[in-house]
């Protein structure tokens, strides 16, 4: 047995008497026999409090079978070994069971994340999936009044993100506004239709990416099947207070796996008596505790966000709305080129390097005439008079324009999930490009006020024509 299995079994043992948050003599009669069975010593104890459930959890996924399978036996155990299995243990027996069991571990994952980035109530059950699954969304909105109760029962919320969302779509706009408003009184009025607009347009896929990936750092969802995200416990690696989390997906049909995951998790409780959560929003009512204030929160705190990006020529100047910031200390010149490359992006940016051949110099000219001509169009699309459009095909004008552009952006590098994305920045190819998603680029619509995906704003077309 590796030192490190060691010290992944005795990680999971600590929580296991730890989490019903009561350590009695029996406990540490059977933590003594486990001890001499696996032959831990103290090394193994302090690096365990160093080690995270989840980093546990990988370690043991690759060991022997027959190891897994004791190790198992001995949680069962460990989980009785009081004569009571409570709730919170069995939680975290069933991610055992999941995550270690020789079926259906490789559908499985175990999470920890710092707790501050992401507190919910424990037996929290999220559905989460990257990209829309017709068939799952199908069956959760058929059944959803029997599956939340089915979860219900079981001491389980249930949270269907469509389901949150058409609750802040179908309530009153102007108390939804102005509870944005209280809980973030420093927001401008731009900054809270941007709260409520990100909250509105919420999808679970958006959820997903936007806020567990990009936002929380869940990179292991990033290509998530329709799975079963579930809150089973807090515990500490070294000072700090994490979450833990069980990823499950989905298989064999949502209502059935739910009934079978329901049916493991109850059997393992040694009382029928449950807490069972009751709170639901209402009418012109918002929850603010567990995941409710955790959605809230995320979208009230303005760093490491994937902000959209609006141009609004009329008014020359570009937002970053989701931060509620604007790119300041830019000149329309500087303004224009960083309109210019948002629209290339689809044409995968553009290269300055010159050519050596006498073939490839003529098409570079032509390549830089043409940008020439797209920047003047640009230029007076901010305002500005194209007669007195810079040159930018000069390195000396150019350069300092990326630079003031890169500079204004850093300023909010804080507020930004990796800002890199939206610089202007020179590949290994020597093409410069910005790599944020184009769909989240839009125009402002100066007759309307409203948002217009610059994909299909008159501008991008003008640039594609010349």
């Not at 079994?9 to 001890?35: P, S």
């Not at 049909?253 to 929003?281: A, N, Q, Y």
């Amino acid at each position: 047995m590796k030192n490190s299995e060691k010290t992944a079994v005795v990680r999971i043992f600590v929580d296991l008497i730890k989490a019903d948050r009561i350590i009695d003599t029996g406990e540490m009669v059977f933590y003594d026999e486990m001890r001499k069975k696996y032959n831990f010593v103290q090394e193994n104890e302090v690096a365990a409090t160093a080690m995270s459930f989840s980093e546990a959890i990988s370690i043991l996924k690759m060991s022997a079978g027959d190891l897994r399978r004791d190790v198992l036996a001995d949680c069962t155990d460990a989980t009785v070994s009081d004569g009571f299995c409570a709730h919170s243990e069995a939680l975290l027996l069933i991610a055992l069971k999941r995550a270690l069991g020789d079926e259906e571990s490789e559908n499985v994952s175990v999470i920890s994340i710092p707790k501050k980035s992401f507190s919910v109530d424990y037996s929290t059950v999220l559905y989460v999936e990257s990209k829309f699954d017709v068939e799952t969304n199908r069956q959760i909105v058929d059944n959803y009044r029997s599956v939340y109760k089915e979860f219900l029962f079981s001491g389980f919320q249930f949270v269907y993100i469509p389901n949150v969302i058409h609750h802040y779509k179908e309530t009153d706009k102007g108390m939804f506004r102005r509870m944005i408003s209280f809980l973030a009184p420093s927001f401008s009025m731009d900054g809270v239709e941007s709260v409520v607009d990100g909250l509105l347009s919420m999808t679970t896929e958006s959820f997903c990416k936007d806020i567990l990936c990009n936002r929380l750092n869940l990179e292991n969802l990033r290509e998530a099947n329709p799975s079963l995200l579930i809150k089973i416990g807090n515990d500490y690696v070294g000072d700090v207070e994490y979450s833990n989390l069980l990823c499950v997906e989905i298989e064999d049909g949502f209502v059935d796996f739910v009934k079978k995951l329901v049916d493991d998790f109850s059997s393992m409780l040694s009382s029928d008596t449950l807490t069972v959560p009751i709170g639901r929003e209402a009418n012109n009512q918002y929850l603010y505790y567990g995941f409710y204030k955790q959605l809230l929160d995320i979208f009230l705190r303005r760093n490491n966000i994937r902000s959209r990006i609006v141009i609004d020529p009329s008014r020359e100047e570009i937002f970053l709305p989701d931060i509620g910031q604007k790119l300041s200390g830019l000149s329309r010149r500087d303004k224009a080129m960083y309109v210019l490359f948002l629209i290339l992006m689809n044409d995968n940016g553009f290269s300055f390097n010159c050519p050596s051949s006498r073939i490839q110099m003529q098409r570079y000219k032509e390549k830089t005439v043409r940008f020439q001509k797209q920047y003047e169009i640009v230029y007076g699309f901010m305002g500005g008079d194209k007669d007195k459009t810079p040159n930018v095909g000069s390195a000396e004008i150019r350069r300092p324009i990326f630079s003031r552009i890169k500079k204004s952006l850093m300023v909010l590098s804080d507020m930004l999930y990796n800002v890199n994305d939206y610089l202007i920045t020179k590949n290994s190819y020597g093409t410069y490009n910005v790599n944020v998603e184009p769909d989240m680029v839009y125009v402002k619509d100066w007759k309307t006020g409203g948002l217009l995906p610059f994909s299909e704003s008159d501008i991008v077309n003008r640039i594609k024509g010349v």
